[in-house]
């Protein structure tokens, strides 16, 4: 069974900064693109970041300048530090890893549960 496991949500004020972890635990034989995206409420889930294995990264617009994403290939981990948040950072923010389980399979698109970000004004 696998399982990505996220931590590091929470309450801070406006300027604050946070630091989102989510790992992959379960059999598997690699891990390519990992992620994160958001969602508010009454709003579509959308694209913060992700990272390829090779290192390519890829940021929304409006993050930019203030998120960095990073993966430790070694822990199947990815980390999200967010600094300078904003009121509008305001969200769920859920880890996403396209796992391949064995070596000869497709990669197959896996979700976290999800952790609540909040930023205050």
């Known amino acids: 069974q696998v399982q990505l496991v996220e931590s590091g949500g929470g309450l801070v004020q406006a300027g604050g900064s946070l630091r989102l972890s989510c790992a992959v635990s379960g059999s598997i034989f690699s891990i390519d693109a990992m992620g994160w995206y958001r969602q508010a409420p009454g709003k579509q889930r959308e694209l913060v970041a992700t990272m390829i294995r090779g290192g390519s990264t890829t940021y929304a617009d409006s993050v930019k300048g203030r998120f960095t994403i990073s993966r430790d290939n070694a822990k199947n981990t990815v980390y999200l530090q967010m600094n300078s948040l904003k009121p509008e950072d305001t969200a769920s923010y859920y880890c996403?890893?396209?796992?391949?389980?064995?070596?000869?399979?497709?990669?197959?698109?896996?979700w976290g549960q999800g952790t609540q970000v909040t930023v205050s004004s």
């Open positions: 996403n890893a396209d796992i391949r389980r064995e070596r000869y399979y497709a990669a197959t698109s896996y």
